[in-house]
């Protein structure tokens, strides 16, 4: 069974920062890549950042330079660090982990920046 539960959002003024954890309490062989999503209020998901395989990342342009994905060593965590966050960078955002052949994803939880 595989659960993934994240932790970190909140509120936050612009120009602040926030760290974002996603932890996997289930079983780990397998994991192919993790990936942070967002959805802002009336727009579709989209993927911010994503880890793969020895380590590789890649970011939406819009977080480039200021978000930043990571994992531990046990492959049970992966964080996401954002810096320098804008009003525009409100939004739900969601871990998923690929495990094998299937995709698991967390809760969600809701990052607001004021400006």
């Known amino acids: 069974q595989v659960q993934l539960v994240e932790s970190g959002g909140g509120l936050v003024q612009a120009g602040g920062s926030l760290r974002l954890s996603c932890t996997n309490r289930g079983r780990i062989s397998g994991i192919v890549a993790m990936a942070w999503y967002r959805q802002a209020p009336g727009k579709e998901r989209e993927l911010a950042a994503s880890?793969?395989?020895?380590?590789?990342?890649s970011y939406a342009d819009s977080v480039k330079g200021r978000f930043t994905i990571s994992r531990d060593k046990t492959l049970k965590s992966v964080y996401h660090q954002m810096n320098a966050l804008k009003p525009e960078d409100t939004a739900v955002y969601s871990c998923k982990m690929v495990i094998g052949e299937a995709e698991y994803w967390g809760q969600g939880t809701q990052v607001t920046v004021s400006s």
């Open positions: 880890i793969v395989g020895g380590g590789t990342t």
